[in-house]
């Protein structure tokens, strides 16, 4: 199983929206609707952001959302903030009954 | 509070096993499956496989079939991550994490992460 597609960095300024893509195939990510997104700090462990394609855990910002189209997962975040810097994942339930993330996507705040 | 603590670092030889504990508190540990994901240095998250606590079903990633696996130990809530075979490429984090949700897979709690050294 080969990771999911996610551009290496996105970069905005504060108070901008951003989006990242998380590319998949029909047999992962526009197959089910489990598709969840990972935030990562440096020298941390991930932290759940969105589950099931588009719902937001108890805590999480609402800033963070989540949406899917076809074979592609997206998940933006608007009014950006300079903590909103990290690495981010996604990830896919796959038509071999496994789990798939994406390659990650660096997103620098300018 | 919902916690799960990991076991501590290990330094391993080529061609042995590591054994990475995932204890877990604050919840019903039987209720909630636990899946493993591991960090090379400077890599991404790679998903290794996960377990059901209450009947101990397993199911793991394709890469790991035959090297890994996957236990629990209910009257501890427990679980357990066997890597056999170690080659350096298996230098990482490796990470314990609940699976709530619909489908058991939204990684909502983790662990502090594992650091497993290959090294001869």
């Known amino acids: 199983q080969s990771a999911l597609t996610q551009p290496a960095s996105v970069s905005g300024s504060p108070g901008q929206s951003i989006t990242i893509s998380c590319t998949g195939t029909?047999?992962?990510?526009?197959?089910?609707?489990?598709v969840s997104w990972y935030q990562q700090h440096p020298g941390k462990a991930p932290k759940l952001m969105i589950f099931?394609?588009?719902n937001r855990p108890s805590g999480v910002s609402n800033r963070f959302s989540g949406s899917k189209s076809g074979n592609t997962a997206s998940l933006t975040i608007s009014g950006l903030q300079a903590e909103d810097e990290a690495d981010y994942y996604c990830n896919s339930y796959t038509a071999s009954s496994t789990y798939v993330f994406g390659t990650g996507t660096k997103v620098t705040v300018l | 509070q919902v916690q799960l603590v990991q076991s501590g670092a290990e330094v391993k030889r080529p061609g042995a096993s590591v054994k990475v504990s995932c204890k877990a508190s604050?919840?019903?540990?039987?209720?909630?499956?636990v899946h493993w994901v591991r960090q090379a240095p400077g890599q991404g998250l790679e998903w290794m496989g996960w377990i059901n606590p209450k009947s101990g079903g397993t199911n793991y990633a394709q890469k790991f079939q035959g090297r890994v696996t996957m236990t629990r130990d209910t009257s501890v809530s427990t679980a357990y991550m066997d890597l056999g075979r170690l080659t350096s490429d298996d230098t990482a984090v490796y990470y314990c994490a609940r699976g709530s949700g619909t489908y058991h897979s939204a990684a909502d709690y983790w662990g502090q992460g594992t650091l497993v050294t290959v090294s001869s």
């Open positions: 604050g919840y019903t540990f039987t209720s909630i499956y």
């Open positions: 099931e394609v588009s």
């Open positions: 029909s047999s992962d990510v526009g197959g089910y609707n489990d």
